[in-house]
């Protein structure tokens, strides 16, 4: 029997209901392993060497650091780890911005429940 190659991921999200709700979604698929969580990008960079995550989820807007910052940061420091951007408003330079800072994609909340799974599989897949 094949071997499942688990997803290490790490949420990055401020709003503790949204969080949850990633969390319970992504803990239905048998290849992912949730390592941790962050509410902002502080706590995020600061877990990040610990817990080797081979996708972060993060949000785009949060308090301290926010998601583009953040990202920024993270691919300076960590290039092969894949960003997957969440936003609650489709805001055209918000999206660039996180895109120019090297993430993966972008997806909109509303449509994360039925888009994360397949679009964490294509980055950590880095196609």
């Known amino acids: 029997m094949d071997k499942v190659r688990l997803i290490r ?7 503790t209901m949204i969080r949850e709700g990633l969390k319970s979604n992504l803990r ?13 990008g502080d706590e995020a960079l600061a877990k990040i060497s610990e817990l080797q ?3 972060v989820v993060m949000d785009i807007v949060m308090p301290k650091l926010d998601g583009i910052a953040t ?8 290039p092969h780890i894949a960003v997957v951007g969440l936003s609650s ?6 999206v660039n ?6 993430a993966f994609q972008v ?5 994360a429940v039925d888009d994360l799974y397949k679009v964490i599989q294509r980055a950590a ?3």
């Open 71 to 78: 990202t920024r940061i993270l691919k300076s420091q960590y």
């Open 125 to 127: 897949e880095g196609i």
């Open 53 to 55: 995550p081979a996708v």
């Open 107 to 111: 997806i909109m909340k509303d449509k």
């Open 89 to 94: 408003h489709a805001k055209t330079y918000e």
């Open 28 to 40: 239905s698929y048998p290849n992912i392993d949730i390592v941790g969580e962050a509410s902002n």
């Open 9 to 15: 991921i790490l949420i990055v999200e401020d709003h």
């Open 97 to 102: 911005a996180m895109l120019e800072a090297g």
